[in-house]
């Protein structure tokens, strides 16, 4: 299920300021998103929010948005090294899904799926 809490993390990263739920209302998968919004607020993460993205994903690729919550992969080279630094972050306040932003960046952000504010972690680099 670690795949499916990506995914709700790139859709909480693109919920912000309505557009979401607008265009999830014009193509006719606005339930959907009531749904995994509210198997987010309720931190559940199992196969029916599995399923309910890849509605919502379909729906949204009929109309030219691909890769709505798997986005494309990217790969990073190994940092290997001595030490176990730390860094202070926000994260998902359900933890339903990994998203975390750097607590330096500013204001403590908001769930834009479940309207709650991040909570505070600590990081090991």
Not at 68 to 94: D, N, V
Request: a negative charge; one cysteine or more; charged letters at 25%.
């Amino acid at each position: 299920m670690d795949f499916v809490a990506h995914r709700v993390g790139r859709l909480c990263g693109q919920a912000t300021g309505g557009q979401l739920r607008e265009y999830a209302e014009r193509f006719g998968v606005l339930d959907i998103l009531d749904r995994i919004v509210d198997a987010v607020d309720h931190g559940r993460v199992d196969q029916q929010l599995e399923k309910d993205l890849d509605v919502l994903d379909s729906a949204f690729a009929r109309h030219g948005i691909d890769g709505l919550t798997t986005g494309s992969r990217s790969y990073e080279t190994w940092r290997g090294g001595g030490g176990h630094p730390t860094i202070t972050a926000w994260e998902c306040p359900r933890r339903s899904c990994p998203r975390r932003v750097p607590a330096v960046d500013g204001d403590r952000p908001v769930c834009a799926l479940a309207n709650l504010p991040f909570v505070e972690t600590r990081i090991t680099l």
